[in-house]
């Protein structure tokens, strides 16, 4: 499918919303990770979209960043122990990591859309 026009609105916006990134109203997710085959409103051949393990390097880093932030001041605050530690810091990793992971799948798909990014050949 050609590209007809794109949306106005910011990639991150559409990609935050979970929306089609080339009419920004269909939605991009049949499920909570799963990609449609195509838009429901403009008919968007969604076969393009695979975003790999890009929304996990994204994820990493921030969560990884933020949990060892909040743990260090935890720590030099409060001097808990290893299990409160372990009892604050694994369930906030997993559930920071799962509420990031459909926002971030949706950015990135609406940015590898928008710059036309598809994987590389040697002709
Ligand atoms: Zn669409």
């Not at 409060?78 to 299990?83: E, G």
Request: glycine content about 8%; aromatic content about 10%.
């Amino acid at each position: 499918m050609t590209k007809l026009s794109q949306s106005e609105l910011s990639p991150w916006i559409i990609g935050l919303r979970g929306k089609c990134p080339h009419c920004a109203r269909g939605n991009l997710f049949g499920g909570f990770l799963s990609v449609n085959s195509s838009c429901g409103v403009c008919g968007l051949d969604f076969s393009f979209a695979d975003s790999a393990d890009g929304p996990a390097i994204f994820i990493i880093f921030i969560v990884g960043a933020i949990v060892v932030a909040l743990a260090l001041w935890v720590d030099v605050m409060f001097k808990p122990s290893m299990l409160v530690h372990l009892a604050l810091w694994i369930p906030t990793t997993i559930i920071l990591a799962v509420l990031l992971m459909r926002p971030f799948k949706g950015i990135i798909i609406t940015m590898q859309y928008r710059l036309s990014a598809r994987e590389g050949k040697s002709e």
